[in-house]
């Protein structure tokens, strides 16, 4: 199994902090989620961290056991 991680917004959206999903490709593991959820996961201000570090392609992820996948949503200051 590997571990999702939703921060921020993400987190309001999957109702959850955290989600645990059979290890495999990440686009697999997105059809079984909710489509809203994974259309706001794939969005191009959100980036991703693959046990702590940040990927820079999210096409290519594939998850394997264990592993720690962070969805990071877009920041903003004031």
Do not use: C, Q, W, Y
């Amino acid at each position: 199994m590997a571990k999702l991680v939703f921060l921020g917004r993400l987190e309001d959206r999957a109702g959850t902090a955290e989600m645990t999903v059979p290890a495999g490709a990440l686009s697999d593991i997105l059809t079984t989620l909710d489509p809203a959820l994974a259309l706001d996961l794939l969005g191009e201000r959100v980036r991703m961290a693959l046990n702590g570090e940040l990927v820079p392609d999210n096409r290519a992820v594939v998850l394997s056991e264990g592993d720690e996948l962070a969805f990071l949503p877009p920041v903003s200051g004031g």
